[in-house]
């Protein structure tokens, strides 16, 4: 009965730890899931509308069922990459959109002079159900994926008729 009482305590913040840590990491799978979606989805247009890019949102965020999206934070954008390799904002949409004109930090193995590259940006704050092991807080779970368009040279947003390089 007494290795009983020593070993249960144990036993039971392992197997809730381990619970904890397979939902953390089935959680972050979606999310990682979600990035691709969401730029494999804009990349396969040749234009895009606001309405283009919610109906995007929205495919990607069915991905997270069963797990609630009321902490999650979606941003797609576009990348002009110049001649001098520096990749800069064409057009972004999202809650923490980019603004455009600005310099963005990719990969180096993306960079291809005069090119343009899909790149969207998923956050979640997975909160986990017993916060004994993880954060009670929650987790922060971040992931970005980077698409070449496939139909056009470029994904022209709203009235664009012309693939910009500024």
């Known amino acids: 009965m007494t290795e009983f ?8 913040v392992m197997f809730f730890g381990t619970v904890e840590m397979s939902n ?20 396969q247009s040749v234009s895009v509308q606001d309405s283009d890019l919610t109906n995007f949102f929205a495919a990607s965020t069915g991905i997270m069922t069963p797990y609630s999206p009321a902490s999650l934070s979606q941003t797609i954008t576009e990348l002009w990459i110049n001649s001098s390799l520096q990749a800069r904002v064409q057009w972004s949409s999202g809650p923490l959109a980019l ?6 930090s990719i990969p180096s193995q993306i960079k ?25 807080s929650g987790v922060t779970l971040n992931d970005s994926a980077y698409t070449r368009p496939r139909q056009s040279t470029c994904v022209l947003y709203n009235a664009q008729t012309t693939c910009p390089t500024s």
């Open 24 to 43: 953390g990491v089935a959680v972050y799978r979606k999310v990682t899931l979600m990035a691709h979606t969401l730029s494999d989805l804009t990349s």
């Open 5 to 12: 009482a020593v070993i249960v305590p144990i036993m039971l």
């Open 99 to 104: 603004a455009t004109g600005s310099v963005v």
């Open 112 to 136: 291809t002079a005069n090119t343009y590259v899909i790149y969207s940006q998923v956050s979640y704050v997975y909160t986990p159900v017993v916060g004994y092991v993880m954060s009670k």
